[in-house]
């Protein structure tokens, strides 16, 4: 379908289950939860399928219920919109024991809940996912609704959304499908590889990187997807604050001030090539792949959903202001937190590599090694 709008039609209502609610941290592709039998009916329901912060919060914002993507039968009588959330690297979720099957999983959310659209008779799918998609370097420019997706080129959440964004597209048939790709996501309880960042001792950046950070709150994706539900947007959406007609975006040098933090700065072959050692021997959750939307720019236009409405309440700095106050008090490198004892010898040691790579953190990566 081409890119534009899709209008809403009515149809026989499915029947309804009485399935109880999953609970929390169960696979994305198995929960399912169904309305009491004596709550009114939503006249135009949405049904909502995913786990994790970002779910959790379109859910809430669109007062949807949780819904399995395996079976259609247990989505409420009517639904005719279908939101499907993907984890954008968030921890919290449930996680496959290797990147291969982590990837794997998400794309089975992907295809079933394209396969239940289908049968269930969706005519509206908005997918949700990252701006990540098309990719991070050094010379990326700010990423538009219609940038092509990045090649699969091994682990890390971006290629894992690439994945469930695949599956679902080839999955749906010929149901309308919207794709909104936020920014880097900041707000109440949003824990991901990229938020963590901002728990290391200090700001990492790379030699001849500019990275700039365009901050979306979480609030403010829920009313994206509303927008895109609303008037039946299709095709690529990014979403992201814009301010007199640019990305809203900070330099590292603002953000670092704002969060008391100095900067590291380490040749990028240094830096990847130490976040993949770490994540070889286990020492971080994060491959080497994620980095790079660390230390290299992915600002977006947010041209289609501006041009539909859509207006942020957070600027850029007040997203990372909420940001910063979520994960105060945390210290953690390359994802994985540490506490008490840990956490004063990750300063101590200057945390001489800020993000990857402590002296202290190799040393206990190698002393696991078989």
Known sequence: ?????????????????????????????????????????????????????????????????????????????????????????????????????????????????????????IEHVVAVSSAAVPGASPERGVIDDDDPVAADDGPGFAGDLVAV????????????????????????????????????????????????????????VVGAVRVALDQGLVGGLTAGPVRDGEPDALDSETVAAAAGMRTVQLPPATAFGTAERLHRVGALPSPANDLAFVVHPWSVSARRLHDAGWRPEWSGAAALEVLLAEVRG?????????????????????????????????RQARSRRP
Do not use: I, K, N, Y
Request: cysteine-free.
């Open 165 to 220: 964004e695949g599956a679902l597209r080839d999955a749906r048939g010929g149901v309308a499908l919207a794709r909104v790709r936020p920014a880097v996501v900041g707000g109440r309880g949003v824990d991901t590889v990229l938020t963590r960042h901002f728990e290391a001792p200090r700001l990492l950046t790379v030699r001849g990187g500019g990275r700039t950070w365009q901050l979306v709150h979480v609030d403010d």
């Open 1 to 121: 379908m081409s890119e534009g709008r899709v209008r809403s039609r009515r149809s026989e209502a499915l029947p309804a289950a009485g399935e109880p609610p999953a609970g929390p941290g169960e696979d994305p592709t198995a929960s399912a939860v169904t309305r009491p039998a004596d709550e009114v009916a939503d006249p135009d329901p949405v049904v909502v399928v995913g786990v994790g912060q970002v779910a959790d919060a379109v859910r809430a914002g669109l007062g949807a219920a949780e819904a399995s993507p395996v079976d259609a039968l247990v989505w409420p009588a009517g639904a005719r919109r279908l939101v499907v959330v993907a984890p954008a690297g968030e921890f919290g979720t449930p996680r496959a024991r290797t990147d291969a099957e982590q990837r794997a999983r998400l794309a089975l959310l992907g295809r079933r809940a394209g396969e239940a659209a289908v049968a269930a008779g």
């Open 330 to 362: 945390r210290t953690g490198v390359g994802g994985r937190r540490f506490g008490g004892r840990d956490a004063a010898a990750l300063g101590a040691a200057g945390a001489a590599v800020a993000v990857l790579g402590t002296a202290a953190v190799w």
